[in-house]
């Protein structure tokens, strides 16, 4: 199976899976997941929030996402328990189809590494 393949097989199954689980099935998109990442990596699942808070969450999770690729670290959690990150490297400029490849393959690891699949 080429890599291709294998990554939108394992996107698929990510995908099917979160939306089971929080969305009764309707199928979730990116940035529906990313949000969830962004909940998960902030630990307070139990409370509602607010407009730019959900934004705020977004950026924790693609910063997480993106960790392991060389673009950010944490670099520290404040005193409310929000993870802050620090750039270490640019994103290189993508294509709008590149951008959502690479944060596909970064969820992708992010679930195999916890996981949630396997």
Known sequence: MSRDE????????????????FADGDPM???????????QELGQLDRAFKKDQKLDLMHIAICKLLVPY?????DFVDEEGWP??????????????????????????????????N
Request: aromatic content about 12%; hydrophobic content about 40%.
């Open 70 to 74: 060389g673009y950010y670290e944490l």
């Open 6 to 21: 294998e990554l939108k097989e394992r996107w698929n199954l990510v995908v099917t899976k979160l939306s089971d689980q």
């Open 29 to 39: 998109d990116l940035d529906a997941i990313i949000y969830l990442i962004g909940v």
């Open 84 to 117: 802050h990150y620090r750039t270490l490297e640019n994103l290189p400029h993508l294509k709008a189809g590149e951008q959502s490849v690479l944060m596909k393959e970064a969820i992708v690891n992010y679930f195999l590494e916890t996981e949630y699949i």
